[in-house]
């Protein structure tokens, strides 16, 4: 069974590519931070906070890693140009995420302006689907208040 934190990167990565913030931000604030510029009907606005990190950048990174070799999530490189190169485990060095050692984004906003859309973008596999489906983590869904 996975632990809470892989399960909510994997879910974070549920609909298609996403950004490195997407996982970052589920992990730590429990979903997307708006800024209050992005107007109503938005779930968390980030003057609402405070909003404390409890895992770093460099730990969902790892986490980032062991779901990869697990074959429960995707990892691609993006260019400056928007191009995609799928990365396999055996290709990513310690160095290749070093650049979300001491990340603290809060919103999607700050994301795009520190790093641009990417270095990076997620999503999980068939496999990865499969495994969160499955009903043992109704019980994760139930205390995230979610179901």
Known sequence: MLSKRHYLILNS???????????????????????????PGCLQYEDEGPWAIHC?????????????????????????SGTHDELSADQLGRSEFAVYDGYSCLTWEEHVRL?????????????????????????????????
């Open 13 to 39: 990565c549920a609909n298609g590519w996403e950004l490195f913030y997407f996982p970052f931000a589920e992990v730590n604030y429990g979903g997307q931070v708006f800024p209050r510029s992005a107007g």
């Open 56 to 80: 770093s950048g460099r730990d969902i990174a790892e986490d980032i890693v062991a779901l990869l070799q697990e074959g429960l999530l995707r990892v691609a490189r993006v260019s400056e």
């Open 115 to 147: 790093l641009g859309y990417g270095p990076h973008e997620f999503t999980i596999t068939e496999t990865g689907l499969s495994e969160i489906e499955k009903p043992d983590y109704h019980r994760y869904d139930a205390e995230l208040g979610e179901i």
